[in-house]
């Protein structure tokens, strides 16, 4: 059994902490620049690259975090993880979404199943409810095709299979793998609902209700409201709804639903996009095939997160750098920058991922820590990013370091020649040029013209985005949020920080209010 | 003329560093909190409210912020700006945005007119056009009725025009000013431009190209992806699109247009929603009539901007306070939070407002200054937000201040009862609560389950989001940022910070790098 021990108290810390600093200024210059910019570099699955040349560490800084690495047995609590311990120690629950895209470890079993049966059933029964769906065997009253699929979920349930729906619709739509529209509501705000209901035709819509407790307040209020849409169009919404939630949950054994699959405890809302949760709606929208590479990309790119040496595992180096970045630098966020218009959603996803994971102020046993954890996680898609909040990136007063995401080619395949090059060229360029100018930045004369440099910046690279890409980079941020959690010896897999403000509310509801917040209630017309 | 001091320079700042801190766990509880809830709270325009009670500043801050808004002579200088200074000292121009939606001063002139009257004369143009679109006086080659605009820009030709479209789509729709649906396409990868396209009927689109220089290499990129694309389908291009641009740059008196229409080097990209640059697309999308009231809401609240008293100014207090939290507390960031599905992109566009303005490490004289600046800027609307981000917000390690904004009723007027309350008033219900449980927090025996309190946030809280009230929010941010930018003595109107990494990008096209550049460009296929 590995030994959970606070970051604060790891002799490898304090050698961190002594390690001289590296200027990336000097660092990245010249040819030693170049070749930094060639050696330190991660081959990950699927043909995608990790390359940290441009981060803050050098091959002292390196010995130290693999040092880290095995003195805070960080693999070790890996392998404890995906052999079903009781990881998640706030809500005593395993951690189980790497088994829904492969077996890493022993076979686990809990509620009397073996888990990694359970989930390729699931993906089994939802491929065939697709395939139905596809051919017009499962079809609406009339007996026409479903030609649009909207999922109703919240938080895990909305983001991160929205980020890849947006991530693989062009793709989709290239490659002869687009079956269906996908749509989302999320907000409570009832306008989200009315805005998807206006721009879709209802009598050819399959809903997917997405909640593991079936209690979801948001959710269940905006399935009222489709239902009340539905009814209004003379449909029976029982026939034109599927459940995605827990076997146990109300919800589960309905007649309400044509359908319902099942997720479980063991995966949290944010780690859920593998599960039947992005399942359901990603094998409507591409077909079971698509759904499967994207497991597949995951699966191969779990496996490089197996190796103890860190210079062949990305997600748990890129994971240390982090570390180092935040706890040692002090540097308070990070940026998520993908040079690639589809991951457009992809850093709102990510922002979940780490920041409902790692923002922890006590540790995995309650107990209160000194030092800081998770970071602000933003971002949006370059270069779009470059014309808007890059200048505080390049010349503000607090250094952010930025995860790149970069792709040779586009999927769509279309593009134009101007000023001789291409669309692709140019964004590539740009991404090339960002790297290098965060890192050495500029003297001028003019101050105001003057860059300092020396802000730190990697980048994952890769062929194309694909089904397979997108799993391996979706597969490569969650086990660095994971090596990070083990890294601050938090619980990355509870949220109690998500409760309080729910508490309140239902307070403001039922009238049961005081003091300020009953002056905030009414000035909000409750 | 006001005189022009360094933030730490001011004896206001030294006062604001001695002060007591304010325990937002003890001042927002019981009737006390109550009271600060009721009169903490400065009326703005257009029925909106500004509540700060929960912000940490009490009587003693405020009256040392009132003398730091004295001394840094901020509304003074406010009058420079509108009166026509060169208060854009980089770039020597007149900043001028607030002149397109009223006059706050004396006549201003450069190049030899009267700038208001321009603006005006703009506005009339722009309104005479959109009017013959909607009534089909202006038609496509077959006669036929124009129904898509789409924007062709970046930055600021994009995310404001794109998030005010996004506020006003559901109100457009339930109030019969919908005429035209808007898309953008902004980033250089091409797969933008293709996901676009691929969703709109070119034959019935009428495209903005919108570069105030007419030289953007994103836009004139898109912008000829987009012609390849009309002639593809046999239409005559220069039959389909108009020009926002500068009446000096290459493309305003261009046959490849229909017609062009003026912004000038007076209003930077990110403050030019109110220019023509968001007026062509905002004025097509929902009649100029629309236009003209998101204009005057602007301009009502900069009148709010000219008091000298803080607690009548609503702009001013918030930049003060935001000041005070960054620069005594040590805050990083600010997240924006709206309680609306309408503004889901209104934090993207401050974000670029703020961070591109006053991301800044030298002063207006161009010297290096000692203090931090504009603090990172994230957000995505409630009560999403509450399901992703949130849990490091409450727990996290870092204090985040919060910026609310909700409404008493949503746009669509569609709403449905469960569990004895709206979707609207589950709305309110949340951001109320929240605010009170990040002020408050919530003591645990279980650490894990505990809420250290004293989190800062405010909202501002109007009746309904319409272009009036959305038109107001617009210029509270824009005059907030203004004045902080003032404040830390900062030129916020030049980006010089987006300028090296253009440069190396071109240098990667021409194939002129060496270093780490060369490796990283061929890294990405160039």
């Known amino acids: 059994m590995a030994e959970w021990k606070n970051f604060d108290c790891l002799a490898a810390t304090k050698e961190l902490e002594a390690a001289a600093k590296v200027d990336l200024t000097t660092a990245m210059a010249g040819e030693a620049g170049a070749t930094r910019a060639k050696t330190y570099c991660v081959p990950m699955a699927e043909g995608l690259a990790f390359n940290y040349a441009s981060r803050p560490v050098d091959d002292a800084i390196m010995a130290s975090l693999q040092k880290f690495a095995d003195e805070a047995e960080l693999t070790d609590k890996f392998a404890e993880l995906y052999n079903g311990a009781v990881v998640n120690t706030g809500e005593k629950r395993l951690v189980l979404h790497q088994l829904t895209r492969g077996q890493l470890g022993n076979t686990v079993t809990a509620d009397g199943v073996d888990k990694r049966a359970f989930y390729v059933e699931q993906q089994t029964r939802i491929a065939d409810f697709a395939k139905k769906v596809h051919s017009g065997e499962i079809a609406n009253a009339n007996g026409e095709k479903f030609t649009t699929v909207v999922q109703i979920g919240i938080g895990g349930s909305d983001l991160g299979p929205r980020a890849m ?104 809302g944010r780690f859920s996009s593998c599960s039947a949760v992005g399942g359901a709606v990603l094998s409507l929208a591409f077909g079971p095939e698509v759904f499967a590479a994207f497991l597949d990309g995951a699966a191969a790119e779990d496996k490089t997160a197996l190796n103890k040496d860190i210079t062949k595992n990305p997600a748990l180096l890129d994971a240390l750098i982090g570390v180092y970045e935040r706890n040692i630098l002090g540097y308070p966020a990070t940026a998520v920058l993908p040079y690639s218009q589809a991951l457009s959603r992809f850093p709102a996803h990510l922002q979940q991922l780490d920041m409902e994971s790692n923002g922890k102020s006590v540790n995995r046993f309650g107990e209160p820590i000194s030092y800081v954890t998770g970071p602000i996680i933003f971002g949006e898609p370059g270069t779009n990013g470059q014309h808007s909040f890059y200048q505080l990136l390049h010349q503000g007063t607090d250094i952010v370091p930025l995860q790149f995401i970069g792709f040779k080619n586009n999927q769509a395949e279309m593009d134009v020649d101007i000023q001789g090059s291409t669309s692709q060229q140019k964004l590539c360029a740009n991404v090339a040029a960002q790297i290098v100018a965060f890192a050495l930045g500029k003297k001028d004369d003019n101050n105001n013209k003057a860059f300092a440099g020396n802000r730190p910046s990697s980048i994952i690279v890769g062929d194309k985005l694909t089904p397979a890409t997108l799993g391996a980079l979706l597969s490569h941020f969650e086990n660095k949020v994971m090596f990070q959690g083990f890294a601050w010896n938090i619980n990355s897999f509870d949220q109690e920080g998500v409760q309080l403000g729910k508490v309140l509310a239902k307070k403001v509801l039922a009238k049961e209010t005081d003091g300020a917040l009953t002056v905030y209630a009414q000035m909000l017309g409750i």
Do not use: C, Q, R
């Not at 409570?188 to 909640?211: M, T």
């Not at 307040?217 to 009814?231: G, R």
């Not at 044509?258 to 479980?264: E, K």
């Open 165 to 268: 729906y947006l991530a693989l619709e062009n793709w989709a739509k290239k490659n002869n793998a687009f079956k269906m529209e996908a749509k989302f509501i999320s907000n409570v705000d009832p306008d989200d609902a009315a805005g998807v209901l206006n721009s879709i035709d209802v009598a050819h819509s399959l809903f997917i209700l997405v909640s593991k407790s079936g209690t979801t307040l948001e959710t269940l209020t905006n399935e009222s409201f489709v239902k009340d849409a539905l009814k209004n169009a003379g449909l029976d919404a029982s026939k034109h709804m599927i459940a995605v939630t827990s076997e146990t949950s109300p919800i589960a054994h309905s007649s309400d639903y044509l359908d319902a699959f099942f997720m479980d405890d063991y995966i949290g």
